[in-house]
């Protein structure tokens, strides 16, 4: 059995840290104190929690790029293909919840990373109003409202706020994010 990397570990139990207890409560000593390693040895692989954000980052736009490109080139994408998709995309931005559900905060602490997230979340954006612009145009919609633009923008905030939010007004009890996306694709969905 092959052996996990010291730096890939670190990496592992910052991502779970980060979700667990908000990355901004958690320091390098604590990320070295939970690995039972020195600060040293952390210093080693890395020389501050913002180069272990920065590599979470990059592995959390690698996976959503794999995941934007892998439906990019599909013809004709049926509702059931858009709600399995966006359930990929809910689980996948689950993983990376300090990211997800932190874009604005991340983009303020962070700088180096701001251009990188906005690029990836207006993306995810232009490709949730693809998904919309199908759907309206399986149900024959003629509006002179934005609608594609708007479902996009309730999609991405849904994806990005519910998870976390809800959970704490609901007393902790977890909520289904795919049945808020389903309901908020619903009325489009052809009869």
Known sequence: MAKIKTRDLILDVALVLFNDEGEPLVTSVDLANEMNISPGNLYYHFKGKEEVVEELY????????????????????????????????TDFLSEYKFISQNIASICVRYEVLRKPIVQSMSRLHRQLKEFAETLL??????????????LADNLLNTLLNLP????????????????????????????
């Open 58 to 89: 990059a592995r959390f736009h690698a996976g959503l790029s794999y995941l934007m490109d892998d439906i990019q080139g599909t013809e004709e994408l049926d509702e059931d293909a858009m709600l399995l998709y966006l359930g990929v995309i």
């Open 164 to 191: 976390g939010s809800f959970d704490i007004i609901n007393g902790g009890d977890e909520v289904d994010i795919r049945e808020h996306l389903y309901l908020q694709m619903l009325p489009f969905l052809p009869a």
């Open 137 to 150: 145009d399986s149900k024959d919609s003629d509006s002179s409202l934005p609608v594609a633009t708007l």
